[in-house]
């Protein structure tokens, strides 16, 4: 069964610490997506990439968060330094362009920064 | 802002009665998607309308498309409490080979047994 697989599932830290999220996309899929769920702000898109490659990194604050594919089945999303505004949750998800642009989404990183 | 637009915001139905949701976008688009959230859980991929079709079936899902109107709803016939949860639409955008999509703000879908 075919899925998307983020860890870790829920991350509590302090302000100011490190956050590393990671994401395993579906084998063979080569456009990934990084999104973050608040009440507030709804889903909101922080990066993409395809075929490793960012397109399009605009919604993601560059002064602390960072996004990147060390190889095709990782992706890591970073938060340096933490903040309790930080607190959502980050949604990965992968696709195949060639599939109308479905999206495959992992389970989520629930990330509370205190 | 390419966000879509839902409505309602949440709706309340029983068991066995129609939802109907409605979604609203601002521009040209590829195809138009629908997706379910469940509580503490990622989005699914329900069915997906080429903006060629105007109306799309998928068991006891039902979308209609009016780019006129730049408009789409979705339509779950005789619910069931497991249908509950929230629907987002989702749209491709403008911009030729761009692969990300735009999410409304979703309806929260409350079917009482």
């Known amino acids: 069964d075919a899925r998307v697989t983020q860890t870790p599932r829920h991350k509590v830290t302090e302000m100011g610490q490190e956050v590393t999220m990671r994401c395993q996309p579906i084998l063979g899929h080569n456009t990934v997506f990084w999104y973050r769920q608040t009440m507030m702000q709804g889903l909101e898109l922080l990066a993409y990439f395809r075929n490793r490659a960012p397109l399009d990194d605009s919604g993601m604050p560059k002064d602390r968060f960072s996004a990147e594919m060390p190889d095709a089945t990782l992706a890591t999303l970073k938060i340096q330094p933490s903040e309790p505004r930080d607190s959502a949750v980050y949604f990965c998800?992968?696709?195949?362009?060639?599939?109308?642009?479905?999206?495959?989404f992992g389970a989520g990183t629930r990330l509370s920064v205190l | 802002s390419q966000q879509g637009e839902e409505d309602p915001q949440a709706l309340s139905i029983q068991e066995g009665e129609n939802a109907t949701m409605n979604c609203s976008y601002k521009?040209?688009?590829?195809?138009l998607q629908w997706y379910r959230q469940n509580s503490g859980r990622g989005l699914v991929h329900l069915i997906l309308i080429r903006s060629n079709e105007r109306e799309k079936h998928s068991g006891r899902l039902r979308v209609t498309l009016d780019t006129s109107k730049k408009s789409s709803s979705l339509l779950i016939t005789a619910s069931r409490a497991a249908d509950t949860a929230s629907y987002f639409c989702?749209?491709?955008?403008?911009?030729?080979?761009?692969?990300?999509?735009?999410f409304g703000t979703g309806t929260r879908l409350t079917v009482i047994p």
């Open positions: 989702a749209h491709t955008g403008d911009q030729t080979g761009a692969n990300n999509l735009f």
């Open positions: 521009t040209s688009i590829n195809n």
């Open positions: 998800a992968s696709g195949l362009p060639g599939q109308g642009n479905i999206q495959y």
